[in-house]
Nanobody, 116 residues
Framework: QVQVVESGGGLVQPGGSLRLSCAAS????????MGWYRQAPGKERELVAG???????NYADSVNGRFTISRDNAKNTVYLQMSSLKPEDTAVYYC??????????WGKGTLVTVSS
């Protein structure tokens, strides 16, 4: 199974920026889609952004224009650049990677806290 590890979470003030990274372990299988979900306290997990292997991205309406997802296929790594952060962006952010054999692997999550 593909191992997925996130990094880059932390505490940031409203209006600030933060960059999350997620690396999927080397696999004999190709990695297709990668992306990010988040889960705030007391809420369901929601899609933040996803990106295909050829770079097509999609975003939740709540982050569109503020967050940018990108990836480095050679490194099986996906990034989430978050700007103009709001307190409501506070959540645990989970990365996923879809292997070509049809299984989605998840990371353990990284906490992002937006607070003054």
């Amino acid at each position: 199974q593909v191992q997925v590890v996130e990094s880059g979470g932390g505490l940031v003030q409203p209006g600030g920026s933060l960059r999350l990274s997620c690396a999927a372990s080397r696999s004999t299988f190709r990695i297709n889609d990668m992306g990010w979900y988040r889960q705030a306290p007391g809420k369901e997990r929601e899609l933040v952004a996803g990106i295909t292997s050829n770079g097509r991205a999609n975003y939740a309406d709540s982050v569109n224009g503020r967050f940018t997802i990108s990836r480095d296929n050679a490194k099986n790594t996906v990034y989430l650049q978050m700007s103009s952060l709001k307190p409501e962006d506070t959540a645990v952010y989970y990365c996923y990677a879809d292997a070509s054999y049809g299984v989605r692997s998840w990371g353990k999550g990284t906490l992002v806290t937006v607070s003054s």
